[in-house]
């Protein structure tokens, strides 16, 4: 039985490679798989830039709303104040024409005036409340920002690599190397801060 035809591959493998090499293959490869990592980074970034925008946006709504209920409970304040202004105003008429003040009357003045005192409280825990959120919208808003630079590094970096691998430029791809290091450490930062 004739045995199987020997065939060099080895030869043959060597050759291939070395003529990739030529052509800049292994440093192609080297762009692709750092531009790759890269992009990976980016991703995870980009993720987190909207994750923390988004939860910005909702706390901030949040806050909008609280403003409103505590505006809300200013005017109620406000109107409590008048009725009791008013019930006042009668109070000093019926003193005025010398004729005996209602009962009722200092009676109205006090209730509006511990209305008032609940009102305000209200008030003051709605606008406590409104602070609180607006300052974890503020945090979630810097935390954004330091990813989205993040990311921005990330795009100029890969952009780099791309010029790189067009040119055949190492320099051009060491500064990549370097803006993408620079967006992984804002990274760290990022989710370390």
Known sequence: MPEDPEIETEKLSEAI???????????LKRIALTTAVLAGFAAVAALEAGSKVNEALVLKTESTRLQAQASDQWTYYQAKGLKAAVQEATRATWEAAGKPVPARLPAQVARYGEEQAEIKKAAEEKEKERDERSAEADVLLRQHHRFANTVALFQVSIALGAMAALTRNRPLWLGSMVLGLSGIGLCLYAFLA
């Open 17 to 27: 490679h070395e003529e990739l090499e030529k052509e800049g293959g292994g440093f």
